[in-house]
Protein backbone atom coordinates (compact mmCIF):
# COMPACT_ATOMS: atom_id res chain seq x y z
CA UNK A 1 0.00 0.00 0.00
CA UNK A 2 1.20 3.71 -0.69
CA UNK A 3 0.23 6.56 1.22
CA UNK A 4 0.61 9.87 -0.32
CA UNK A 5 0.61 13.11 1.43
CA UNK A 6 -0.43 16.40 -0.28
CA UNK A 7 0.52 19.40 1.57
CA UNK A 8 3.16 18.55 2.69
CA UNK A 9 5.32 21.24 1.15
CA UNK A 10 2.56 23.99 2.85
CA UNK A 11 3.46 22.06 6.74
CA UNK A 12 6.62 22.45 6.06
CA UNK A 13 6.82 26.13 5.13
CA UNK A 14 4.76 27.18 8.24
CA UNK A 15 6.71 25.38 10.52
CA UNK A 16 9.78 27.09 9.00
CA UNK A 17 7.35 30.98 9.44
CA UNK A 18 6.98 29.76 12.94
CA UNK A 19 10.59 29.16 13.56
CA UNK A 20 11.60 32.48 12.27
CA UNK A 21 8.69 34.09 14.30
CA UNK A 22 9.15 32.58 17.63
CA UNK A 23 11.40 34.56 18.44
CA UNK A 24 11.34 38.85 18.78
CA UNK A 25 13.54 41.48 20.88
CA UNK A 26 9.64 42.29 21.76
CA UNK A 27 8.99 39.37 23.13
CA UNK A 28 12.01 39.05 25.17
CA UNK A 29 11.24 42.48 26.35
CA UNK A 30 8.06 41.48 27.35
CA UNK A 31 8.94 39.10 29.13
CA UNK A 32 12.00 41.28 30.77
CA UNK A 33 9.49 43.58 31.57
CA UNK A 34 7.56 41.10 33.53
CA UNK A 35 10.75 39.66 35.31
CA UNK A 36 11.66 43.08 36.26
CA UNK A 37 7.71 43.81 37.78
CA UNK A 38 7.74 40.39 39.63
CA UNK A 39 10.92 41.12 41.20
CA UNK A 40 10.28 44.42 42.31
CA UNK A 41 6.83 43.60 43.23
CA UNK A 42 8.16 40.72 46.01
CA UNK A 43 10.81 42.99 46.77
CA UNK A 44 8.68 45.92 47.72
CA UNK A 45 6.42 43.57 49.34
CA UNK A 46 9.72 42.29 51.83
CA UNK A 47 10.31 38.86 50.08
CA UNK A 48 12.96 37.17 48.97
CA UNK A 49 12.71 35.32 45.45
CA UNK A 50 11.66 32.45 47.24
CA UNK A 51 9.00 34.11 48.77
CA UNK A 52 10.81 34.33 52.48
CA UNK A 53 10.33 37.36 54.25
CA UNK A 54 13.49 39.25 54.41
CA UNK A 55 16.21 39.22 57.22
CA UNK A 56 14.65 42.44 59.60
CA UNK A 57 16.34 45.48 59.99
CA UNK A 58 18.95 45.79 62.29
CA UNK A 59 17.69 47.75 65.68
CA UNK A 60 20.03 50.48 65.09
CA UNK A 61 19.24 50.51 60.87
CA UNK A 62 15.43 50.44 61.72
CA UNK A 63 16.37 53.72 64.20
CA UNK A 64 17.74 55.47 60.91
CA UNK A 65 15.18 54.72 58.72
CA UNK A 66 12.35 56.12 61.64
CA UNK A 67 14.57 59.35 62.02
CA UNK A 68 14.30 59.67 58.11
CA UNK A 69 10.69 59.00 57.74
CA UNK A 70 10.74 55.46 56.09
CA UNK A 71 8.65 53.07 56.90
CA UNK A 72 10.04 49.83 58.93
CA UNK A 73 7.63 47.38 58.92
CA UNK A 74 9.16 45.29 56.56
CA UNK A 75 12.07 44.91 55.18
CA UNK A 76 11.96 46.54 51.32
CA UNK A 77 15.26 47.39 50.04
CA UNK A 78 14.18 50.91 49.62
CA UNK A 79 15.49 54.08 51.55
CA UNK A 80 16.88 56.63 48.54
CA UNK A 81 14.71 54.62 45.80
CA UNK A 82 17.55 54.60 43.44
CA UNK A 83 18.76 50.94 43.40
CA UNK A 84 15.77 49.68 42.54
CA UNK A 85 14.83 52.71 40.08
CA UNK A 86 18.35 51.23 38.41
CA UNK A 87 17.01 48.18 37.50
CA UNK A 88 16.38 48.92 33.66
CA UNK A 89 16.25 46.37 30.56
CA UNK A 90 17.83 45.59 27.52
CA UNK A 91 17.57 43.33 24.55
CA UNK A 92 19.67 41.85 22.04
CA UNK A 93 18.66 39.81 19.06
CA UNK A 94 19.67 36.30 21.35
CA UNK A 95 17.59 37.42 24.37
CA UNK A 96 16.91 40.14 27.03
CA UNK A 97 18.39 41.19 30.34
CA UNK A 98 17.62 42.76 33.61
CA UNK A 99 20.38 44.62 34.98
CA UNK A 100 21.35 47.61 37.08
CA UNK A 101 22.01 50.87 35.35
CA UNK A 102 24.41 52.38 37.78
CA UNK A 103 27.46 50.79 38.88
CA UNK A 104 26.81 51.78 42.40
CA UNK A 105 23.50 50.57 42.70
CA UNK A 106 24.27 47.50 40.83
CA UNK A 107 27.20 46.64 43.86
CA UNK A 108 24.47 47.69 46.34
CA UNK A 109 22.36 45.13 44.59
CA UNK A 110 24.53 42.47 44.63
CA UNK A 111 25.56 43.13 48.39
CA UNK A 112 22.55 42.63 49.18
CA UNK A 113 21.86 39.34 46.52
CA UNK A 114 24.60 37.78 48.22
CA UNK A 115 25.55 38.78 51.85
CA UNK A 116 28.41 40.64 50.81
CA UNK A 117 28.86 43.36 53.19
CA UNK A 118 25.31 43.78 53.90
CA UNK A 119 22.42 41.30 55.55
CA UNK A 120 22.28 38.32 52.77
CA UNK A 121 18.54 38.88 50.77
CA UNK A 122 17.86 37.54 48.26
CA UNK A 123 16.22 39.30 45.46
CA UNK A 124 17.59 39.76 42.42
CA UNK A 125 16.44 36.32 40.44
CA UNK A 126 13.23 35.03 39.38
CA UNK A 127 11.58 32.19 41.07
CA UNK A 128 9.63 29.06 39.76
CA UNK A 129 6.59 30.21 40.85
CA UNK A 130 7.07 33.41 38.51
CA UNK A 131 7.70 30.77 35.29
CA UNK A 132 3.67 30.35 34.57
CA UNK A 133 3.67 34.09 34.18
CA UNK A 134 6.50 33.98 31.47
CA UNK A 135 4.93 31.01 29.89
CA UNK A 136 1.62 32.85 29.43
CA UNK A 137 3.73 35.49 27.40
CA UNK A 138 5.63 33.02 25.42
CA UNK A 139 2.34 31.21 24.80
CA UNK A 140 0.11 34.29 23.58
CA UNK A 141 3.10 35.39 21.27
CA UNK A 142 2.88 31.90 19.46
CA UNK A 143 -0.57 31.71 19.29
CA UNK A 144 0.01 35.30 17.08
CA UNK A 145 2.67 33.73 15.45
CA UNK A 146 0.47 30.57 14.69
CA UNK A 147 -2.83 32.70 13.48
CA UNK A 148 -0.81 34.87 11.13
CA UNK A 149 -0.20 31.95 9.25
CA UNK A 150 -3.82 31.94 7.47
Do not use: C, W
Amino acid sequence: MRVQVYGAGVVLRDLDRIKRQAYTEELALQVAAYVRTVILGRTQSGRDYQGRPFKPYSPQYKLVREEAGRQTRHVDLNFSGRMLAAMQLRTTPQGARVYFASGAEAMKAYRHDTGDKAPKREFFRPASDDMPGVERIVTRHLDEVIRGLN
